[in-house]
C-alpha cells in the first residue's frame, strides 16, 4: 500500500501478498497459518529529491496491539543513501518482541466468534478482558511514523517486555458477519537473533508529538474479500438503478 514517500506491504513465503481495493479500503489478501512479515519502504520525493527527513521513528500496532519494540531510520548522510528516487530504503517488522531478545513472527490465524461471552474457558475470558479495543482492531494493522532527533544517552534496547498472546476468540454479540475479521495475528515461531538484534542504542526523540503519518492496512482471507467486493458490486448496481429511476421520474414530471 502505498502512501506518500511510504509503502507497506506484508511478505509472506519470501512475496509480497495481493492487495485488494474494496469500498475505498486497501486489504491484504492471504489465508490462515501464513506467516508474514512487515515491510516499510521510504522514497525520495519525486519532485525535491529528497527523502521525508533525516531521521525517523516507526512503530507497528498489529490487531491494536503494540509489537513493543521500534525501528528507525538515519537518512542523515547523503552517502550512505540509494541516488535513484525508484530505490527506497526499508525497515522491517518480524513479529512480536516478547523478552529482552526474543521475538515471535506473525501469523494469520482464523479467529473463532462465541455468541455469548459466557464460557469459563481462558480464550474466552482472555477476549472478554481484552474487548472491545482489540476486536475492534482485528484485521488491521496501524504504522505510525515520526520525525526524529538525535539525543544524549544510551537507549538500552534490552529492557523487558510482556509475554504477547494475542486474543483469537471474541464474543460475537451483535457484530454483523461481515463486519467481523476473517482473520486475526497470532504468534508462530521464534524468529532467528540475526534479523533483530536488541543492542543499546544511541538515544532518539521524537520531534513531535504528532506523527508525520498514520497507515492503516487492512486484511482478510480471499474468500472474504471475494464476498465484500461481490457485495459492494452489488450495493453500487442498486444504488444505480435507483438513481435512473429517480432521474427519470424527476424528467417525465418536468417534461408533463
Avoid at 481462558?122 to 515520526?146: D, E, F
Wanted: glycine share 4%; with cysteine; hydrophobic share 40%.
Amino acid at each position: 500500500m502505498r502512501s506518500g514517500n511510504y509503502d507497506v506491504s506484508l511478505i509472506a513465503d519470501s512475496v509480497v501478498l495481493d492487495e485488494m481495493q474494496v469500498d475505498g479500503k486497501t486489504y491484504v489478501c492471504s489465508e490462515p497459518g501464513k506467516e508474514y512479515h512487515v515491510m516499510i519502504s521510504v522514497y525520495r520525493d519525486p519532485v525535491t529529491k529528497q527523502f521525508p527527513c533525516p531521521y525517523l521513528r516507526f512503530g507497528l500496532y498489529v490487531d491494536g496491539i503494540d509489537v513493543q519494540y521500534w525501528k528507525r531510520l538515519d537518512l542523515s548522510n547523503e552517502h550512505d543513501l540509494p541516488s535513484d528516487p525508484k530505490v527506497p530504503v526499508i525497515v522491517k517488522f518480524w513479529g512480536f518482541k516478547q523478552n529482552v531478545s526474543e521475538l515471535r513472527s506473525f501469523v494469520f490465524t482464523t479467529p473463532s466468534y462465541d455468541g455469548e461471552v459466557t464460557s469459563t474457558s481462558s480464550s474466552v475470558a482472555a477476549a472478554a478482558a481484552a474487548a472491545p479495543h482489540v476486536q475492534q482492531n482485528a484485521g488491521r494493522l496501524k504504522i505510525v511514523i515520526y520525525e526524529a532527533r538525535v539525543t544524549t544517552g544510551d537507549f538500552n534496547n534490552q529492557q523487558a517486555a510482556k509475554q504477547i498472546q494475542p486474543a483469537t476468540t471474541f464474543a460475537a454479540g451483535n457484530v454483523k458477519l461481515l463486519d467481523q475479521a476473517s482473520m486475526v495475528t497470532s504468534t508462530g515461531q521464534r524468529i532467528a537473533n540475526e534479523k533483530e538484534v536488541f543492542a543499546p542504542l544511541q538515544r532518539w526523540a521524537n520531534v513531535s508529538t504528532e506523527p508525520l503519518q498514520t497507515i492503516e492496512l487492512h486484511y482478510h482471507s480471499r474468500s472474504m474479500l471475494r464476498i465484500l467486493a461481490n457485495l459492494t458490486a452489488q450495493k453500487k448496481g442498486q444504488a444505480a438503478s435507483i438513481y435512473k429511476a429517480a432521474n427519470n421520474q424527476w424528467t417525465e414530471e418536468n417534461v408533463c
